[in-house]
């Protein structure tokens, strides 16, 4: 009786099991066959991800594809496309930066934009300000704000004696990159003591999440200064820098400064990779704003049936796409970067 | 396993003689089922997250655990959990020292003192507390929490006492003192329930029994209750403990992120859930992704450890009442 008892419970068990197991294998089915019907599914930075929200309605009526996109931050984005579970990948630092990366990818520059330097020190706004002396706040260097280096840079306006509290990034971040670059350019002891990277190992201050926790740890905190995306820079009521930039200017990050900047590089490495953070000193970069960067997507080369769909959307992205930019502080690509994305796109086949 | 050999076959089978009915082979093989899924869900959660961290293993070894570093940076790479291993520490310790007096007080208040208008109200509200998600609190750590504590508890508390090194110079809204304090109000509620309830389990004869001593009621708390739920209290605090060692999202957005060893409260700190929630997503190095996988698997260790010492602790006072199970 028990034996029997026992092989009823087993024959039971199996049967319970191949049931879970025919639900799972018709779930499966119904997900991948959704895919064959004319969708791009993408993931990666959440830098971007206001502009390709924009993009998925004109796309869906414009090319009747329909544009999935899944802001999982830059890294995230990378390993996608690697492990090819998306279609494109977005990041906002080059493909060089990640290891594993992804060397079957094109990396195509798709959007341009800026980082604004934000503080609070109550109504005093547009102060001026050097990368060397940011360098140096964020170092934990200077820690006042009326400390020389600072007032000198701001004759004329009252300055309080107060204590700088530094709000940075506490998760992975474009913006980051887009910061650290700059600094380590303009900056040894930063180059050399902290470096470049999506996230750093920061020398002091307080982390906080996404932009929109930066902007509100810097609202919060009287004295604070923060690093944050343009767009959030310019509707936070904050108090916003402007950057000196190599010709001695100090300039805003706005659409005349972004492009100035953009100018700096037209003509992408071979692997695609722009960098137009601290332009040199030119005529040319007169109104340059020294903190912008260009955000890139990640194709497989060989992208298999999705192929042409994949092409449709990058070339109207970089296109048509790109006057959806400016209400976003997202700046048109310069028209070289876009002959060179053409012929990248061209390298993507089946 | 042992409870269930224990189990005598008669105790199985109700009617000993006759055919196991089918309803009743239907129950054994679903609870059957779940119970071996539930099972096999943890080994393979277990066996991810060792594989996933192989790489970081490989790389840094058992140091890692005490190593106080985390620079992703490309060409520098370097982890460690030390600090976060401390924050962890001493958020969720600073929390069960701050929850355990005031749950309890609201269990006694709740289950012995209070008239009985007032305790249904005030119990519903205490669950209601234990039932808010994480990421409200958090939200609300942020937005209104923190700059109260940064603009008069903090810098009340170091004018006063800031001979103590735990309450040093405070400028920052996030710090470690700020997720104690969200730590705090979340487990709270966890720790106020359970008490009460297991203060409710006291005999009513064995109070009396004391009251009609002539002792006070106090001392009848403290005689008698205490005692009594003292096992089970115990079990309460290393619940509310474990949850707020776990604890990620609210964390995360209170603790300022920062890194390093320090005694002041009113520094930036991190969890190791925090760092894990926080830069998973966008980490951007496999070895950067195997370090949080470690991280993981420490946080996993962590959590066991206190769930067997919490079972040990219930099975002792268990057995010092003579209801050994």
Same mark, same amino acid.
């Not at chain 1, 003509?267 to 109104?287: M, Q, T």
């Not at chain 2, 920062?258 to 998973?280: E, P, R, S």
């Given at each position: ?23 799972a294998?018709?779930?499966?089915g119904?997900?991948?066959?959704k895919?064959t ?11 971007v ?19 999935n996109?899944?802001? $999982? /931050?830059? @890294?995230?984005? =990378? #390993?996608?496309? +690697? ?6 990948? %977005?990041s906002? !630092? ?25 503080y ?27 400390s ?16 700088i ?28 003591s $902290? /470096?470049? @990277?999506?996230? =750093? #190992?920061?020398p +002091? ?6 932009? %929109?926790?930066? !902007?509100?740890g ?25 950057m ?27 692997d695609?990779s ?8 030119s ?14 997507v ?24 790109? #006057? ?15 002959a ?11 | ?23 009743d ?49 490309h ?45 249904g ?44 090194p735990?309450?040093g ?7 470690v ?45 403290r ?8 096992g ?35 520094d ?6 925090g760092?894990i929630?926080?830069n ?23 959590s ?10 219930v ?11």
């Amino acid at each position: 009786m028990p034996r029997n008892g026992k092989l009823v419970r087993v024959s039971l068990v199996a049967a319970a099991a191949a049931g879970v197991a025919v639900v799972a294998v018709v779930i499966a089915g119904t997900a991948s066959a959704k895919t064959t019907a004319g969708s791009v599914n993408g993931a990666g930075s959440t830098f971007v991800a206001p502009l390709v929200a924009k993009w998925e309605a004109p796309v869906s009526s414009a090319l009747g594809i329909s544009l999935n996109y899944n802001p $999982v /931050g830059s @890294g995230g984005g =990378v #390993s996608a496309i +690697t492990n090819k579970q998306a279609d494109f990948g %977005a990041s906002d !630092a080059p493909l060089s930066q990640f290891d594993p990366t992804c060397s079957s990818c094109v990396q195509i520059p798709w959007a341009l934009a800026a980082t604004g330097v934000i503080y609070n020190l109550g109504s005093l706004q547009h102060l001026n300000m050097t990368g060397q002396v940011l360098a140096k706040i964020f170092q934990g260097k200077i820690t006042n704000w009326n400390s020389p280096a600072i007032t000198k840079l701001n004759k004329g306006k009252s300055i309080p004696s107060k204590q700088i509290t530094v709000v940075h990034r506490s998760d992975s971040s474009g913006t980051t990159y887009n910061f650290t670059d700059y600094l380590s350019h303009v900056s040894s002891g930063w180059k050399s003591s $902290v /470096g470049t @990277g999506t996230s =750093v #190992s920061w020398p +002091t201050g307080e982390g906080e999440a996404k932009s %929109a926790g930066v !902007a509100g740890g810097v609202r919060t905190t009287p004295g604070a200064i923060g690093y944050v995306d343009v767009y959030y820079a310019v509707h936070n009521h904050l108090g916003l820098f402007k950057m000196k930039n190599r010709s001695g200017n100090f300039v805003q990050p706005r659409a005349k400064g972004i492009l100035a900047a953009a100018s700096l590089d037209t003509h992408p490495a071979k692997d695609g990779s722009l960098s137009i953070v601290n332009p040199p000193k030119s005529k040319k970069f007169r109104n340059a704003y020294p903190i912008c960067t260009y955000t890139y997507v990640d194709v497989q080369r060989s992208s298999g049936g999705n192929a042409t769909n994949i092409k449709k959307v990058l070339s109207w992205a970089i296109t048509m796409g790109q #006057s959806f930019g400016p209400a976003l502080i997202f700046e048109p690509l310069p028209k070289a970067v876009v002959a060179f994305d053409k012929k990248q796109i061209k390298k993507i086949h089946s | 396993m042992t409870s269930l050999d224990a189990t005598t076959d008669a105790a199985r089978r109700p009617f000993p003689g006759r055919r196991a009915r089918f309803g009743d082979l239907i129950l054994q093989g679903t609870a059957g089922i779940a119970a071996v899924g539930a099972l096999v869900l943890v080994g393979l959660i277990v066996w991810k997250i060792a594989s996933g961290a192989r790489p970081a293993l490989h790389a840094f070894g058992l140091p890692f655990v005490w190593h106080v570093v985390w620079n992703p940076v490309h060409g520098r790479e370097a982890y460690g959990a030390g600090s976060f291993l401390f924050g962890t520490a001493v958020t969720s310790i600073g929390a069960l020292l701050l929850a355990t007096p005031i749950a309890l007080g609201v269990a006694l208040f709740l289950s012995e003192l209070a008239p009985g208008w007032i305790r249904g109200p005030v119990t519903a509200l205490v669950e209601t507390l234990a039932a808010i998600p994480s990421v409200v609190i958090g939200l609300w750590g942020i937005l209104v929490l923190a700059p109260i504590l940064r603009d008069h508890v903090d810098p009340a508390l170091h004018s006063t006492i800031g001979f103590i090194p735990l309450f040093g110079p405070s400028s920052y809204g996030s710090n470690v003192f700020t997720g104690i304090v969200v730590l705090t109000i979340m487990i709270l509620p966890i720790i106020a329930s359970i008490s009460r309830e297991l203060f409710l389990t006291v005999p009513q004869e064995l109070k009396e029994g004391a009251l009609g001593l002539g002792v006070t009621r106090w001392e009848m708390v403290r005689g008698v209750v205490f005692p009594y739920a003292g096992g089970g209290v115990a079990a309460a605090m290393i619940l509310g403990f474990g949850r707020a060692v776990g604890e990620a999202i609210a964390v995360a957005l209170v603790l300022g992120d920062g890194l390093g060893i320090h005694l002041n409260l009113f520094d930036t700190g991190q969890t190791l859930g925090g760092k894990i929630a926080l830069n998973y997503q966008g980490s951007g190095s496999g070895l950067e992704t195997s370090s949080l996988i470690y991280l993981a698997l420490i946080l996993l260790v962590f959590s066991i450890l206190v769930n067997l010492l919490a079972q040990l602790i219930v099975r002792r006072a268990a057995r010092r009442k003579g209801l050994a199970a």
